[in-house]
């Protein structure tokens, strides 16, 4: 979107409230801004048909209202739909909406590109692009077409929530506050691969579950997988989160996406009981879809299921995330990535 | 690395011994060494305590009486144009090093663009270059921090890939260039890469690619 104005589109309350003091409005505007900014379904200012044709006019002279809608949208059999959105910079993102009985989750994007450069991931052959903005990310959920029937939301798209913090948690404010979206916190799943001190911040400041990408328990191995590994091994991020309760209503989740003969054996099993030992969690196994030039393949379903029962065995609990959207470039970043190629 | 040492990754304000741009908008800055340290490991940086600290890789020696790092500084960034403006006698935030990215005596490439040379520099610095190559790729020559010393102290186990610029004194190319155009890359050698995060993941397809097993590939990324 063309725009050299600010956005209202993903401001606060509180943010919200600065604007009409700047304006010399009211402050009850602020209110009226939420109300039409997050809980009804129009996309400019000049809707907002309970403030004075006056105050619209000194609002649009600064402020575009900041939704954008979807450039590109491509349907599953299995109902999945895959979302691309264009950014402020010409830059594209992705965001999935995977239907599951009485269930809409949304799957959004954090980042415009990652940096973390895991091996498995089609993001990271991107490179890191950008940050988005809580407008920008909310945006993924407010202009779809399932936007107002969404249950769930899992930061799970593009990027590392954790390296976007600030925006990430001022759009968790935006959803869950009741001058927002007024979702439950407890409907929202951030993952990361676990960036310590942001992810401390976060559970201080969130009452959202986590969702930490694991996918080996040894320091090697997942040096080789994961580069953060060296900055922020497991064990640090599993002994920072041991001083948490998730016996409540809060869950913590370790995603593990599986390699044949690489992370699928008994002394994965073994060690991941060890690691995680004491930790009320669970893990969910996810089939690796193949990115060009990875050396990398899924183990067969009697091996995924194997691994699943013996992790059970063990006390954790475990479940084989199913596979969605096969047919639409499921692995998150190939969409984008195609796009971004066409462009170039 | 004992992962599990919150003291860590706790900030202490120190005093910084000196600050010198060594290449356009490259700064090194340095601080009194209080404690050892493995060559490869990082250190967080912040100059104001309420804002969140940045991960720098060590380039100073282990046995060096200051610690040193890299910096680009970053227009519009919060930490680096403060950091590049601070002089001798200021005051910044560090943790302790810690990270393990180190590596052994064994064969092994260690591949970096730009400031990503920080922690091959720290090894070279302290003597553990044994059995390594140093491939450092940058855009413009005067990007080449360190050139006099590493040109006597590795010789021809040092390669300038220039990316912009073609003196005959390095390869014209980028790194990835470079690598592409070598016929065999030893396959039982380790690969080390550090820098931008397109650079590592382009580079370690590229070995992919050519044959060098994923496992025997070690990334450290900028955040």
């Known amino acids: 979107m063309e725009t ?23 402050r009850f505007t602020a209110r009226q801004l939420t109300d039409w900014l997050y809980k009804k379904q129009i996309g400019s200012i000049a809707e907002m048909s309970n403030l004075s044709k006056s105050t619209r006019e000194l609002l649009s002279e600064k402020f575009d209202f900041g939704t954008v809608p979807p450039t590109k949208v491509q349907v599953s ?19 999935a909406m995977i239907p599951d009985d009485d269930r ?28 988005l903005s809580a407008g920008e990310i909310v945006n993924q959920i407010r202009s779809i077409e399932e936007t107002t029937t969404v249950s769930n939301i899992v930061y799970m798209g593009m990027g590392e929530p954790f390296d976007n913090l600030d925006e990430v948690l001022k759009s968790i404010e935006i959803l869950t506050s009741d001058w927002g979206y007024g979702m439950s916190p407890r409907r929202i799943t951030v993952s990361s691969i676990g960036i310590v001190p942001a992810m401390t911040r976060f ?65 994965h099993v073994k060690e991941l009981s060890r690691l995680l030992n004491g930790i009320k969690c669970r893990i969910n196994l996810i089939r690796f879809h193949p990115v060009p030039g990875t050396p990398l393949v899924s183990p067969d379903e009697e091996t995924i299921t194997h691994f699943k029962n013996q992790l059970n065995d063990k006390g954790i609990f475990t479940s084989v995330r199913a596979s969605r959207g096969q047919d639409i470039y499921a692995a998150c970043g190939l969409l984008s990535t195609k796009e971004q190629n066409l462009k170039i | 690395m004992q992962s599990t040492d919150k003291n860590k990754t706790e900030l202490k304000p120190v005093r910084i011994t000196g600050n010198e741009e060594i290449s356009p908008n490259v700064f090194m800055v340095s601080w009194k060494r209080e404690g050892d340290f493995n060559p490869g490991q ?5 100059a104001d305590k309420q804002e969140p600290p940045r991960i720098y890789s060590i380039c100073s020696g282990n046995e060096e009486a200051d610690i040193s ?55 070279i610095r302290s003597g553990r270059f044994k059995n390594k190559k140093l491939i450092h790729g940058v855009s413009h020559a005067n990007q080449f921090y360190f050139e006099d010393f590493l040109s006597k ?71």
């Open chain 1, 4 to 26: 050299t104005k600010e956005l209202l589109f993903g401001k606060t309350l509180n943010e919200l409230i600065q604007v009409a003091s700047d304006l010399g409005l009211p």
């Open chain 1, 77 to 95: 059999v299995d109902g999945t739909r895959k979302y691309l959105f264009t950014t402020a910079r010409h830059q594209f993102i992705e965001t």
């Open chain 1, 104 to 131: 809409i989750t949304v799957c959004v994007s954090s980042q415009v590109g990652c940096k973390m450069g895991c091996l498995f991931c089609m993001t990271a052959k991107q490179g890191f692009q950008g940050q």
């Open chain 1, 203 to 267: 559970l201080a400041e969130s009452e959202a579950h986590l969702a930490i990408s694991l996918h080996t328990p040894f320091d090697e191995q997942r040096k080789s997988l994961m580069p953060v590994q060296i900055a922020y091994p497991i064990a640090e991020v599993v002994e920072e989160l041991r001083k948490y309760d998730f016996s409540g209503q809060r869950r913590v989740s370790f995603e593990y996406i599986l390699f044949k003969g690489l992370n699928d054996t008994p002394i």
């Open chain 2, 42 to 46: 990082v250190v967080k940086i912040t």
């Open chain 2, 69 to 123: 790092v890299l910096f680009n500084v970053k227009p519009g960034g919060v930490l680096t144009p403060r950091l590049a403006s601070m002089k001798a006698g200021d005051e910044i935030y560090v943790s302790q090093p810690y990270g393990n990215f180190g590596c052994d005596d064994s064969l092994a490439t260690w591949i970096s663009t730009g400031t990503g040379i920080a922690p091959f520099y720290s090894m």
């Open chain 2, 153 to 223: 102290t590795l010789g021809e186990n040092y390669i300038r890939c220039c990316s912009r610029e073609n003196n005959g004194d390095h390869f014209p190319g980028r790194v990835t260039e470079y690598l592409l155009g070598l016929p065999e890359l030893p396959k039982a050698d380790k690969y080390y890469l550090c820098g931008q995060a397109l650079m590592v993941v382009e580079v370690r397809d590229l070995l992919i690619q050519k044959g060098v097993p994923y496992h025997h590939i070690y990334a450290e990324i900028f955040f």
